[in-house]
């Protein structure tokens, strides 16, 4: 009696994979027989989010794998060989009754909410929910890290599980539930709330003509392809979920009561954690990145806010900068030396100092740069030795000088200044012989105290000329 009453649970599972529509396919399924009715419902298959990850995502690779492998050890893999009425690539009984929760075995096995998860009842059940954590997991464990992200995703899982074999299981006590989907929507819920305005892409098909007797039953269904915000994708499940639980009473081939939980407690759990979120402007930056377009195409607010959720992303840093030095928009010159000032080493080494040098000459005229990259970017003109190089970074050296007056930086920048115009002189870059020894014979009554007076001393009798009286 037990291995029929096993045999029939099973023949539930070849119900599932045919009966349902496509988007209750990406859900944990209980294993009952699904209603016939719903053949015809309208799939929409989220497929592709149009939003980077701020890291790769590590833990999303690796959750993915351990739902592949796992199903290779559950599933009958023998073809022509069914096991216990279970048919090929179908999940196997012994998998189930050792590893899927339901509300006979969660209070002997509590385990079994985390197991359940790694368990799926066909091929297509594991594929749909590989394409939702394709769509949601990865900016999420960018935007949450590693650990936080696991934890979401277990815990999420765990609670869903727990949740549907405690109100379905009042009806149907023996039935299992399996499938990551509860995890899946809770990273869905983190989504909604982490990247309301991210750009999804999504698959519609709805019936347009009715053949019952056509050869192909897809032949019935035209697909469309857009884009639409995250939030109305999480919403539409949501919705859905709620509609098909009402409507069913708990007597589903899906899950729809561990969907719901899932998603309100990866919502309420990225909330809590008061997780940094993207505004539609940031969204369209990313939309704009992943169609393709290169970092210097985007605009200065663009850049602006995606810096803004990857302060240390040197390529989008360097694209600002670029953007900011060429000059085109009001007030520039304030915002890059703000830039200058949070990221200076890093612009100073990745742009050519020779492109960065005249904005920031220009910039001096109406604010204060910070001293670090200036003297960085004079030193490298210096080692440069070109003609060019050689009067840009003389020109930064004096110009940093006359901003800092009396300070240290303003010491060693005129000193600076004094040794790259004797440079100049010496190879017969300048027609100005007496700019070396104003600058170091300057140097000397600025700064007696100085411990680079012995060299600006030597410099001067190595020029031929003396030392001021008043030194």
């Not at 934890?151 to 609670?159: E, K, N, Q, R």
């Not at 954690?273 to 539609?280: F, I, P, S, V």
């Not at 670029?322 to 742009?351: F, K, N, Q, Y």
């Not at 030795?385 to 000088?401: E, F, I, K, T």
Request: a positive charge.
């Amino acid at each position: 009696g037990e291995l029929a009453q096993l045999g029939e649970r099973f023949n539930g599972i070849e119900e599932v994979s045919g009966s349902i529509p496509l988007f209750s396919i990406f859900g944990g399924n209980q294993l009952r027989r699904a209603p016939r009715h719903r053949e015809d419902a309208m799939p929409l298959i989220p497929y592709r989010a149009k939003n980077a990850p701020e890291r790769f995502p590590a833990v999303t690779v690796a959750f993915a794998a351990l739902l592949i492998l796992a199903y290779l050890i559950s599933a009958n893999l023998q073809p022509g060989l069914p096991v216990a009425g279970t048919r090929f690539l179908s999940l196997r009984p012994d998998a189930l009754t050792a590893f899927a929760p339901s509300w006979e075995g969660i209070f002997r096995a509590p385990w079994r909410l985390l197991s359940g998860l790694f368990l799926h009842a066909d091929l297509l059940h594991l594929l749909g929910n590989l394409v939702m954590l394709s769509v949601f997991a990865p900016a999420v464990e960018g935007r949450l890290g590693a650990a936080r992200f696991a934890a979401l995703y277990l815990v999420a899982g765990a609670l869903s599980n727990a949740f549907q074999c405690l109100v379905a299981g009042v009806l149907s006590p023996e039935q299992f539930v399996v499938g990551a989907s509860g995890a899946i929507m809770g990273l869905a819920g983190a989504y909604l709330y982490c990247f309301p305005f991210a750009q999804i892409m999504v698959a519609v098909t709805f019936l347009w003509r009715w053949d019952v007797n056509h050869p192909n039953p897809f032949a019935r269904y035209r697909p469309v392809i857009f884009d639409v915000a995250a939030k109305w994708v999480v919403v539409f499940y949501f919705v859905s979920d709620l509609a098909a639980a009402l409507w069913s009473g708990g007597y589903s081939a899906v899950a729809n009561f561990a969907h719901i939980a899932g998603l309100l407690t990866g919502l309420g759990t990225v909330a809590l954690w008061k997780t940094k979120r993207d505004g539609r402007r940031v969204s369209d930056a990313r939309k704009s990145q992943a169609e393709g377009a290169n970092l210097s195409a985007l605009s200065e607010a663009e850049l602006t806010a995606l810096l803004s959720r990857e302060p240390g992303n040197e390529k989008i840093i360097v694209a600002l900068v670029t953007r900011l030095c060429e000059g085109s928009a009001p007030g520039w010159e304030s915002r890059l030396a703000d830039a200058l000032s949070r990221h200076g080493a890093v612009i100073a080494d990745a742009l050519p100092p020779d492109t960065l040098a005249p904005p920031m000459l220009q910039a001096f005229a109406d604010t204060r740069l910070p001293p670090a990259p200036v003297f960085r970017v004079a030193a490298r003109l210096q080692k440069l030795g070109s003609p060019a190089g050689l009067r840009l970074s003389a020109q930064m050296y004096r110009a940093l000088y006359k901003q800092e007056k009396t300070t240290p930086d303003a010491e060693m920048a005129l000193l600076k200044y004094a040794q790259v115009s004797e440079e100049l002189v010496h190879k017969n870059l300048s027609d100005n012989a007496n700019e070396p020894i104003v600058n170091y014979q300057t140097f000397l009554r600025r700064f007696p105290a100085s411990a680079h007076v012995f060299a600006a001393r030597e410099a001067l009798h190595r020029l031929g000329a003396s030392v001021p009286d008043d030194f």
